[in-house]
């Protein structure tokens, strides 16, 4: 009885990765977001909504999705992705509540550097930007070590913001740029936007043109402000652990319909 | 060699047709979500029409007081016929919206500053009046462009860099630290720049994007596309304010 079931739950998991393969390759019909974004909001009112017990119980399901977005992004050829997972803000809530996310965050980490040491990863690059000097130190050495571990990788790049917001990454990326102009003797001492920009903190990837906030808000909440004027911006009402399939699928739909004219704004710019 | 090339003939051939079936799917696809949007477009409009004429109980009330500064951003097309945006802010006005930030990327409303001013009764310039002396019977204006967004946050980090300089110790090489926030306000304001967080900003453009408002004042608004301006809706207006007053901020916590 039990083989049967395996063998039927075998089959069915063959036939969704059929059709969901399908799916992609309907969807690679059309231009795909070079860059996609994603602002994980509702994790915590997706613990409440099901009454699940613990400080990290939301964030913990709200990784199951991060897996699955990588997954789903890698597999359409999506070659840069943003995850904010830990806002400056959010380092105002409960000490219990950031330390269990910061926790968990170190535990995932770990979890994924296994899986890189075991060739697991599919070549994903990982990426931690933000202010990593307002981690914890393990934490710190933790992400700089799946980033070293998964420099060489050429797949997917999914870069993690932590410890950041906007407001924070202009005043930085101003502070470093200054303090380079000074030190660098030869060019003359103005700044220009491409000093600035150059030490933001994601200067590493190009702006995205689609940015897909969970949890049904209509705000950005201090993230890529600088670097979203281009953006499409989708909101779904799906909170983030609720976050599938069909909700990337029609955010792809949309930026689809919309990138003739996304393409001549950035054309006039 | 012979047999190859037949079979490779047959499978680019079998290529190009499963291209094509491909294609047709996503065509047929992007038709479905057209005319999704379409109904729903249909849908919306029935729904503002309603509002418009106080069939729906609920917009009969809005609490404008947390409403403190509304902006605008209008696509680059829309914002070539002014008569629509004197419109929207004669809308705005009866609503009793006091401080709106109007937004277009290159500035063309800038230009017809003082053909807006003029056709808004009882509008004002924010830049004179200043954010805290609004008279209530007032609408203050303030006209934005991209050169204010990151042009001019570019222009504040050299006021700021001059500051740095000019504290630097001859001992130890060190400057000031003039690089906070608040400090950079400070510097914005210095080169002509508003920094009042907008509360909620209305796009009027064919997509949801706030295409290129100041990031610095963009934190916490809350985003909201409102469609083609040229097919701008009383009642649209009206439910996207009165659901922003409804709005919980957690920022964050």
């Keep these: 009885m039990r083989e049967h079931v395996g063998k039927s739950s075998k089959l069915f998991n063959g036939f969704t990765t059929i059709m969901r393969r399908f799916i992609f390759k309907v969807l690679c019909v059309g231009p795909i977001p070079n860059h996609i974004s994603f602002i994980m909001d509702g994790n915590r009112r997706f613990a409440k909504k099901h009454n699940l017990q613990g400080l990290d119980a939301g964030h913990r399901a709200g990784f199951v999705s991060v897996t699955y977005v990588l997954q789903y992004c890698q597999e359409i050829g999506v070659p840069y992705v943003t995850l904010y997972a830990f806002g400056i ?36 690059k990982v990426i931690f930007a933000g202010d990593l000097n307002l981690l914890n130190e393990r934490l710190k050495v933790a992400a700089q070590s799946l980033m070293e571990l998964t420099e060489q990788n050429r797949g997917l790049v999914a870069v993690v913001i932590v410890a950041y917001s906007t407001s924070h990454e202009i005043v930085q990326a101003i502070r470093e ?49 600088w670097q979203s004027s281009r953006s499409l911006l989708h909101t ?14 029609w955010a792809i739909l949309k930026f689809q319909r919309m990138h003739d004219y996304l393409q001549k704004k950035q054309k006039l710019d | 060699m012979d047999f190859n090339d037949p079979m490779l003939a047959l499978s680019s051939w079998i290529g190009q ?22 109904v729903s477009g249909i849908f919306e409009s029935v729904e503002s029409y309603a509002i418009s ?39 705005l006005t009866t609503i009793g919206v006091k401080q709106v930030g109007l937004f277009d990327s290159q500035g063309l409303l800038k230009k017809s500053k003082d053909m807006i001013l003029e056709m808004v009764p009882r509008s004002v310039l924010l830049q004179e009046t200043g954010e805290k002396h609004i008279s209530p019977d007032r609408i203050a204006l303030e006209f934005i462009s991209s050169s204010d967004n990151k042009e001019a946050v570019v ?30 306000n400070e510097a914005l304001r210095v080169v002509g720049e508003s920094v009042h967080v907008p509360d909620l900003l209305l796009v009027y453009g064919p997509v949801r994007s706030h295409l290129g408002f100041p990031a610095w004042r963009l934190r916490y608004t809350e985003i909201v596309h409102m469609g083609s301006l040229k097919y701008m809706r009383y009642g649209s207006l009206l439910k996207a304010i009165h659901k922003f007053t409804g709005v919980r901020q957690n920022y964050g916590v």
């Excluded at chain 1, 779904?236 to 699928?249: K, N, Q, R, S």
């Excluded at chain 2, 729906?56 to 070539?80: F, T």
């Design chain 2, 53 to 91: 004429l106080g069939l729906i109980q609920k917009y009969s009330s809005i609490d404008i007081e947390k409403l403190k500064c509304l902006a605008v951003v209008v696509d680059i097309e829309a914002a070539r016929d002014v008569s629509k945006v004197i419109e929207l802010l004669q809308w």
């Design chain 1, 177 to 225: 740029s200054c303090v380079r102009k000074c030190v660098d003797g030869d060019s003359p001492l103005v700044l220009e936007m491409s000093d600035v920009e150059e030490c933001m903190y994601t200067s590493i990837v190009p702006d995205p043109d689609l940015v897909i906030r969970s949890g049904g808000i209509d705000r950005l909440s201090n993230f890529m402000t």
């Design chain 1, 236 to 249: 779904t009402a799906a909170l983030w652990p609720e976050l599938g399939l069909w909700h990337l699928v």
């Design chain 2, 155 to 184: 222009k504040a980090a050299n006021i700021l860099l001059e500051k740095y300089l000019k504290s630097i110790h001859p001992e130890n090489g060190v400057g000031e630290n003039v690089f906070t926030e608040s400090h950079l």
């Design chain 2, 17 to 38: 047709i499963g291209d094509f079936g491909l294609d047709l799917v996503w065509r047929f696809i992007h038709i479905v979500v057209t005319l999704w949007h379409i």
């Design chain 1, 89 to 124: 803000d959010n380092f105002k809530r409960e000490p219990e509540e950031v330390k269990c996310m910061m926790d968990l965050m170190l535990e995932k980490i770990e979890l994924t550097i296994d899986q890189a040491i075991s060739g697991n990863l599919k070549d994903l």
